[in-house]
Structure formats: C-alpha cells, structure tokens
T-cell receptor, first 114, second 114 residues
Framework: GQQLNQSPQSMFIQEGEDVSMNCTSS?????WLWYKQDPGEGPVLLIA?????ELTSNGRLTAQFGITRKDSFLNISASIPSDVGIYFC??????????????FGKGTLLTVNP | KAGVTQTPRYLIKTRGQQVTLSCSPI?????VSWYQQTPGQGLQFLFE???????NKGNFPGRFSGRQFSNSRSEMNVSTLELGDSALYLC?????????????FGPGTRLTVL
C-alpha cells in the first residue's frame, strides 16, 4: 500500500529559529494535509493543499504541494514554545470510490527550547 | 460550531471483552472516518461511513466494526479485545464524500486493554 516517508523524525531547536519538515510518497496524492497533535489530543488541521505546485501560508506556517504530487513540505518561521508537538503530513487521493482515507506520515516531534 | 466529540475519552478493558466507542461529527458533516493510533504503527485508517453506509475499510480484522446512524453519529465496536488493541482511537468528520474533503479530528478515545 501507499506509504509516506516523513522527515526528520524529531527536531530540537531554539526559540526563534525556522523549521522545515517534509514528506515524500511512492505514489501520487491529490491532496496534502498537515496536522499538529498535542499530547492526549487529536490532530488539528494546519494547512490543506489541493493543487500541485500550490504554496499556502497560515500565519508563520508555509506549506507546498510538490509538482510531482509525491511530496510536500512544511516550514515554520520564528518558532515559539507553543509550536511544540508532533506534526503529521497526510495524503488523500480523493475524487470518489475508496480514496477518501488519509495516509499519514510517522510524524515529526518538534521541541522548542525557550 | 462545535467540533468532533468522542466518548468516552478514556477506557480500560480486559482481554476478551468488547468495547463500543462513540463519535459525534461536526454539525452538517455526513462522512465519519475512524483511525487507530499507536506508537509503533502510527495513524492507521480503520473505516469510513457516509449516509449510514461503510464506504471504505482499512486492513483490520473483522473484530473491528462500525456503524453510522441517520444523524451521522457513528460508533465503532471492537470485540474479543487483545492487548495489541490498546491505542488512541480517533474519529474524523468531513462535509461530504464528494471530492477531496478535509477531515477534522476529535480528541480521541484512549483504550487500554489489560
């Protein structure tokens, strides 16, 4: 089945630094999503990308949908302590049939030192 | 608008028992998906329901089942519990089944099997 390779697995950064993480897939997705999960909670949607090449920002977060449809990256600028958590990428084929399920990466654990 | 709610939040069962988890989607959302999250396997898709019909199913044994009611609320059931069923079970809802629709997650039910 489809697999998403998310890297890095973990990051330890200083407050104020920029962060970059990415996901690659062996097959194409038509939608890429980035979620953040805090301990004991469900994933919260950060950014949704619907079109190859699309670059979307949400505050200090920027994400891009790769041209090949097999990859996506997420950047966080000027990190703050509340950015701590696990970030997941997810791909979705969409457009009917059995394609609505999300395939998730293994996550990137972000630690921000104040 | 209220988010996705899941009950109970925490559950402790013993091997061999069965369990039923409940999910209420965001108002107006008709599609409900269930995911299992474990440290080893990450987030894995269980099944998706739309208009009271199961539209897609992941690679889980038949002990895992679900249903959806006319008000879009959904339940999942796990019979003959095994130790390996200990996990965070997440429910996600989306507006419809057409096209790529963003899924919003509930806080999850933490199931511990002893």
């Amino acid at each position: 089945g489809q697999q998403l390779n998310q890297s890095p697995q973990s990051m330890f950064i200083q407050e104020g630094e920029d962060v970059s993480m990415n996901c690659t897939s062996s097959s194409i997705f038509n939608t890429w999503l980035w979620y953040k999960q805090d301990p004991g909670e469900g994933p919260v949607l950060l950014i949704a990308l619907y079109k190859a090449g699309e670059l979307t920002s949400n505050g200090r977060l920027t994400a891009q949908f790769g041209i090949t449809r097999k990859d996506s990256f997420l950047n966080i600028s000027a990190s703050i302590p509340s950015d701590v958590g696990i970030y997941f990428c997810a791909g979705q084929l969409g457009s009917g049939g059995s394609n609505y399920k999300l395939t998730f990466g293994k996550g990137t654990l972000l630690t921000v030192n104040p | 608008k209220a988010g996705v709610t899941q009950t109970p939040r925490y559950l402790i069962k013993t091997r061999g028992q069965q369990v039923t988890l409940s999910c209420s989607p965001i108002s107006g959302h008709r599609s409900v998906s269930w995911y299992q999250q474990t440290p080893g396997q990450g987030l894995q898709f269980l099944f998706e329901y739309f208009s009271e019909t199961q539209r897609n199913k992941g690679n889980f044994p038949g002990r895992f089942s679900g249903r959806q009611f006319s008000n879009s609320r959904s339940e999942m059931n796990v019979s003959t519990l095994e130790l390996g069923d200990s996990a965070l079970y997440l429910c996600a809802s989306s507006q419809s089944s057409g096209g790529a629709k963003v899924q919003f997650f509930g806080p999850g039910t933490r199931l511990t099997v002893l």
